[in-house]
């Protein structure tokens, strides 16, 4: 089935502990981007990349980091977990002129739930 | 950068009846305006979006204006139903280039059987 695969889908972690995120996509999307989701504050955007080899910093970088090595994975790490970043994170993909025409919506994953402690 | 308002941030209805979310944002140069829905636990979906060469857009029971004089867009469900409660978020950007969306913080909506 097509779309976008996050694992895992929760997780709790010490604070200071390094943490990767993983997010595979099959749809062939140029586009993928790191959210995070806190009540209140909606979806801000953590970093993104525009197409494989290429990335970029959204309205909340700090703290976390990403490569795009190819089209399909965009793994979000996190190199010192710290409390603050107890949140939901959801990876989502758009195609960004990879199709012909058609709408360029972005498709997000299932999210993962991460807790710093 | 772009700013997204949203509100109400929670709202009520009576199954059958009306709901209006409303938005506005500040970047005169917007010209795409998508609303995710979110239902508890899962991942936000695109329900409706608009360009700003349209001023409304229907879509069954949901519907989009938009006032690009005043900057602002609303989410207009009709004969609301109880799969209707989720949160809804609206978002300002461009048609192409996803990483300036700009999303709002969120409306809870919660229909009343």
């Excluded at chain 2, 950007?93 to 909506?109: D, P, Q, S």
Aim: a neutral charge; proline letters at 4%.
């Amino acid at each position: 089935i097509a779309g976008i695969t996050q694992a895992p889908t929760s997780q709790i972690l010490a604070a200071g502990r390094r943490m990767t995120l993983r997010c595979t996509q099959d749809m062939r999307h140029n586009a993928m981007y790191w959210y995070r989701q806190d009540l209140g504050l909606g979806l801000r955007l953590i970093h993104y990349s525009n197409t494989a080899g290429t990335t970029g910093k959204g309205e909340v970088p700090d703290g976390y980091s990403v490569s795009r090595a190819n089209t399909d994975d965009f793994p979000l790490t996190l190199a010192s977990a710290v409390p603050s970043q107890t949140s939901v994170y959801f990876c989502a993909s758009s195609p960004e002129g990879a199709l012909s025409s058609g709408a360029n919506v972005l498709t997000f994953g299932a999210g993962s739930r991460l807790t710093v402690l | 950068g772009e700013n997204v308002e949203q509100h109400p941030s929670t709202l009520s209805v009576q199954e059958g009846d009306s709901a209006v979310i409303k938005c506005t944002y500040s970047d005169s140069a917007s010209n795409y305006f998508p609303w995710y829905k979110q239902e508890l636990g899962k991942r936000p979906q695109l329900i409706i979006d608009i360009r700003s060469n349209v001023g409304e857009k229907k879509d069954q029971r949901i519907a989009v204006t938009l006032n690009k004089t005043a900057k602002h867009f609303s989410l207009h469900i009709t004969e609301t139903q109880p799969e209707d409660s989720a949160v809804y978020f609206c978002a300002a950007g461009f048609f192409f280039g996803n990483e300036k969306l700009t999303f709002g913080t969120g409306t809870r909506l919660t229909i009343i059987p």
